[in-house]
């Protein structure tokens, strides 16, 4: 079947071509917005590709890189149908997308968009990796674009392990035991809807890397800190005087009454509930009465069979976070631009500080280093964030709960520092906001680090690819003017709010 070029489309890919330099991304919008929207392709898109691929033969390299992504997302409109009606006339021109991919002197932007748009077509996944093996890709770039040319194996699922790029994940043999024995519980459906999650993170992670290439230019990676070695959990720890200092603040989170230390526990005084604590982790997740035996052991027992996805998430998974979620592939922040917005923001009155949503203790150690290590109270949902945070920081005591209830008496708190966790708990993000204000003493500081949507409809789509455990449906990030509302209704005034790119740095007080 033979279909007519679209006019508008063929008018706006020469206009896109011809533009002055200071006009290419309004040019490129304009395109963008008459033949896609947020991952659903326009009926002007099929009769388009022609004169998409004409435009990306003839540009000027600074305007190849564009088509290339463009073309990319009109084939990824039909995933997971790799033979989608305009899959098929996207990849028709394949011969065109390797001769491009070994021109010589192309720059990286634009190999970093041909991979991209490369990476939809698994049927020629032989010819493709063939073409790429003689360009010394770098290790992250080649493994997810060999991921996303991969096809699903029903019998011997390889699933997960794909984010920031499956070359960076190294596994023990305890850690490929714990994946074998998830994956063998899922059923075929929950197998291919956890590989087409992975595809699509993979592809997000891609695409948005040569989106900001060929806008902004090389990208530049902060160097990777390396993984730290793993460490066994070891017997239990009597610790439970670590919180002594804070039990005037610490409430039970089943009936808000006062907790007390009691046989390594701490007890509520109202409803009795007993909350275990090992190795300096107060689990305020799973109450027990004391008829219910050694809830410690348990926990503890619980502990040792986390696999280690606290340490590969500080070395690894945040930095690429930042750059995926921050739009920080040029590095304009850096660890230690976000240290110092906390050491001049963080302003406690009396009480402790709680480290919110706390992860692997990276700025915690940075929180303790500003008010000191005695005031300060780590809380997080995820226990493999909290053994690695504890082995970093043994005199802070740690609580695993939720950040939508807070376990805390009302205005209890002198500071709260919510670091890069907003957006893990996006649904109840308004709650734990609301939250914060419940407990945060007049006068005392909220200092948060979170992400916004971007203003970019291309980028934007990228962000909202990456399918993570808390985000199975697509990573979800901020309207700032959202979050402002959240703190207004909490009692918060915002005294001082920044960010580059997509980052939102902001600090609020408590009113009176």
């Known amino acids: 079947m033979t279909v007519s070029p679209a006019p508008a489309a063929v008018g706006l890919a020469e206009s896109f071509v011809r533009a002055a330099p200071d006009d290419v991304p309004a040019a490129f919008r304009a395109l963008v917005d008459t033949l896609w929207d947020d991952g659903t392709a326009s009926a002007d898109a099929l009769p388009a590709v022609p004169s998409l691929v004409a435009a990306l033969e003839h540009a000027g390299t600074d305007r190849k890189g564009h088509l290339a992504v463009l073309l990319g997302l009109l084939a990824e409109t039909d995933y997971p149908d790799p033979d989608g009606t305009l899959t098929r006339a996207v ?37 493709v990796l063939a073409a790429v093996s003689v360009l010394g890709l770098e290790a992250e770039d080649l493994s997810r674009l060999d991921r996303s040319l991969s096809t699903l194996d029903v019998d011997r699922p390889d699933l997960g392990r794909v984010w920031p790029s499956p070359s960076a994940w190294t596994l023990n043999a305890d850690e490929r035991a714990f994946d074998q024995g998830w994956i063998k519980e899922l059923t075929p459906q929950q197998i291919v809807a956890n590989w087409e999650n992975d595809t699509r993170t993979v592809l997000g992670c891609t695409g948005a890397r040569a989106y900001w290439a060929v806008c902004h230019g090389e990208p530049r990676n902060l160097p990777a ?58 689990d305020l997740t799973a109450p027990a009465r004391e008829q219910e035996g050694d809830a410690s052991a348990d926990f503890l027992e619980k502990l040792s069979r986390v696999p280690s996805m606290g340490l590969f998430y500080e070395a690894v998974a945040r930095p690429a976070f930042l750059r995926v979620s921050g739009s920080n592939w040029g590095g304009t922040v850096t660890p230690q631009d976000e240290d110092r917005y906390i050491a001049e923001h963080v302003r406690p009155v009396d009480g402790p500080v709680l480290d919110l949503g ?97 203003d970019d409809p291309v980028y934007r789509y990228f962000q909202s690819a990456h399918r993570f455990p808390q985000h199975q449906g697509g990573l979800q990030l901020f309207d700032l003017d959202e979050v402002k509302r959240w703190l207004a209704d909490a009692g918060f005034t915002v005294r001082e709010e920044s960010g580059p790119g997509t980052f939102v740095f902001l600090t609020a007080v408590r009113e009176h």
Do not use: K
Request: aromatic share 6%; proline share 6%.
């Open 358 to 454: 706390a992860g692997a203790g990276r700025w915690t150690a940075v929180i303790a280093e500003t008010v000191g290590a005695e005031r300060l109270i780590a809380l997080d949902s995820a226990l493999p964030m909290l053994t690695v945070l504890r082995g970093r920081l043994p005199e802070v005591p740690s609580v695993l709960a939720s950040a939508a209830e807070l376990p805390f008496e009302d205005a209890s708190l002198g500071a709260v520092v919510c670091w890069n966790a907003l957006q893990a708990f996006y649904a109840d993000a308004g709650a734990a906001i609301a939250e914060v204000g419940r407990v945060l003493r007049p006068g005392g500081t909220f200092t948060l680090m979170t992400f916004r949507r971007s």
């Open 91 to 127: 990849r028709a021109h394949l011969d065109l997308y390797l001769d491009l991919l070994g021109t010589e002197g192309i720059g990286t932007p634009l190999t970093l968009a041909l991979l991209y748009l490369l990476s939809h077509f698994p049927d020629d996944r032989e010819r």
């Open 225 to 282: 800190d390396p993984l730290p070695e793993r460490r066994d959990v070891h017997a239990p720890v009597a610790d439970a005087a670590l919180f002594a200092e804070h039990l005037g603040a610490l409430r039970c989170p089943a009936c808000r009454d006062s907790l007390a230390s009691h046989d390594g526990a701490l007890r509520c005084a109202g409803c009795a509930a007993r909350y275990p604590v090992a190795g300096g982790i107060l």
